[in-house]
């Protein structure tokens, strides 16, 4: 069975740092395109990083050079490092599967964690 | 980035009724190799995206044949043949052709 449970979320203040965790069971994190997605409060979807194949990344303009998308191999979990935080960070995190294949493009997701950067 | 613009913003429904979301975007979505990218989501209140169809027209696996998604190029649609109590929450549709991946700003679908 898949399953992604995430972790790390919080209440950060600006300028500050925050890890978040994404563990899977089911599938090899290794072996499939994994992505961030996040959700500010009362708003849609947007984009915010991908790794794929051997550590290739992808980030959205608005948080290249601040977030760092990473994962381990030996416990198959993804991880979104986020630094400079800024009060317009502040959403609900999502990880998910984002292919390699239209099959599994964005076809399971972890529940969200909540990211509160606030003074 | 590619803008995907959805509409209605808001869809009251009748349960049993049909109902349908377009989804239009800025740019061809139709990948070099043919395939075009596009997904449908459904987010119920307080949970995580579900993701209904894939490549257009896919369903995902589990999702009813109520719900059926069509279209092509820069035009797309999702159909719901009979709305039931379950289908309320936001619908978003998402382009996977062009990076960076990006949403419809969503459809909320209510009850009448």
């Known amino acids: 069975e898949v399953n992604l449970v995430q972790s790390g979320g919080g209440l950060i203040q600006p300028g500050g740092s925050l890890r978040l965790s994404c563990a899977v069971s089911?599938?090899?994190?290794?072996?499939?395109?994994m992505s961030w997605v996040r959700q500010a409060p009362g708003k849609g979807l947007e984009f915010v990083s991908v790794i794929y194949g051997g550590d290739n990344t992808y980030y959205s303009t608005s948080v290249r050079g601040r977030f760092t998308i990473s994962r381990d191999i030996s416990n198959n979990t993804l991880y979104l490092q986020m630094n400079s935080l800024r009060p317009d960070d502040t959403a609900i995190y999502y990880c998910?599967?984002?292919?390699?294949?239209?099959?599994?493009?964005?076809?399971?997701w972890g529940q969200g964690a909540l990211v509160t950067v606030s003074a | 980035d590619v803008v995907l613009t959805q509409s209605p913003l808001s869809l009251p429904v009748t349960l049993g009724q049909p109902a349908s979301i377009s989804c239009r975007s800025n740019?061809?979505?139709?990948?070099?190799?043919?395939?075009?990218?596009l997904n449908w989501f459904h987010q119920r209140p307080g949970q995580s995206p579900r993701r209904l169809i894939y490549q257009v027209s896919k369903r995902g696996s589990g999702v009813p044949d109520r719900f059926s998604g069509s279209g092509s190029g820069s035009d797309f649609k999702l159909q719901i043949s009979r709305v039931e109590a379950e289908d309320v929450g936001i619908y978003f549709c998402?382009?996977?052709?062009?990076?960076?991946?990006?949403f419809g700003q969503g459809t909320t679908v209510e009850i009448k």
């Open positions: 089911g599938f090899i994190v290794s072996d499939n395109y």
């Open positions: 998402m382009q996977g052709t062009h990076w960076p991946n990006t």
């Open positions: 740019q061809s979505l139709v990948y070099n190799g043919g395939h075009t990218y």
């Open positions: 998910a599967r984002a292919g390699p294949t239209v099959s599994t493009h964005f076809d399971c």
